[in-house]
């Protein structure tokens, strides 16, 4: 099972950015799939989740109204699309998947991790 984030860039402050989580070795349909960010010297924090089998959608208050995170069966790719990005959303994003997510942004709650992409906002 591997799950491979890319997308990730610098732009500067109000510009847009859309990240894609490519899995093999698991349909992505029968799995909840979640974003998490990690800024230097911070933890790691929840941005926004899809449940398994087009179930609903969750966002940290942070990006609601300026995240949408959505899936493409047809790719198994699940995508987060940033608008309005600021400088404290400088941070390397992880996708992870689970089959049986009860929350919706609970870390240990996520089997399968990405290995992350750098978002650098920064003018």
């Known amino acids: 099972v591997q799950l491979a984030e890319s997308g990730g860039d610098l732009v500067q402050p109000g510009e847009s950015l859309t990240l894609s989580c490519v899995a093999s070795?698991?349909?992505?349909?029968?799995?909840?799939i979640a974003w998490f960010r990690q800024a230097p010297g911070k933890e790691r924090e929840g941005v926004s989740c899809i449940k398994r089998w087009n179930g609903p959608t969750y966002y940290a208050d942070s990006v609601k109204v300026r995240f949408n995170i959505y899936r493409d069966d047809a790719k198994n790719t699940v995508y987060l699309q940033m608008n309005n990005l600021q400088p404290e959303e400088t941070a390397f994003y992880y996708c992870?998947?689970?089959?049986?997510?009860?929350?919706?942004?609970?870390?240990?709650?996520?089997?399968?991790w990405g290995q992350g992409t750098q978002v650098t906002v920064s003018s």
């Open positions: 070795g698991l349909n992505l349909r029968h799995y909840t």
């Open positions: 992870a998947a689970d089959e049986n997510v009860r929350s919706y942004l609970q870390e240990f709650e996520y089997e399968h």
